[in-house]
């Protein structure tokens, strides 16, 4: 029957070295001073900047029940 020996197509080599990378990627991992400040940027930065514009915007915009040309902003 056709598709029932999927598992004899010949693997590329170096999708094979990616996926055991990306399963033992932690065996590997080194914290420098790019990975530093990778994520200090994702876990600080991107959070503070967030949530500065949501605390400047709150209140400013209505979404609910607007009609045809009707404006977003309160004030």
């Not at 598709?3 to 170096?14: K, Q, T, V, W």
């Not at 940027?41 to 040309?69: E, H, N, Q, S």
């Amino acid at each position: 029957m056709a598709g029932l020996e999927h598992y004899r197509i010949a693997m590329d080599p170096a999708i094979l070295k990616l996926g055991e990378m990306t399963t033992n990627r932690h065996k590997y991992f080194r914290w420098t001073p790019r990975t530093a400040r990778i994520t200090f940027m994702y876990c600080v930065v991107v959070p503070t900047l967030l949530g500065v514009i949501a605390y400047k915007t709150d209140g400013k915009y209505d979404f609910r029940a607007k009609r045809k040309g009707d404006l977003i902003s309160e004030f």
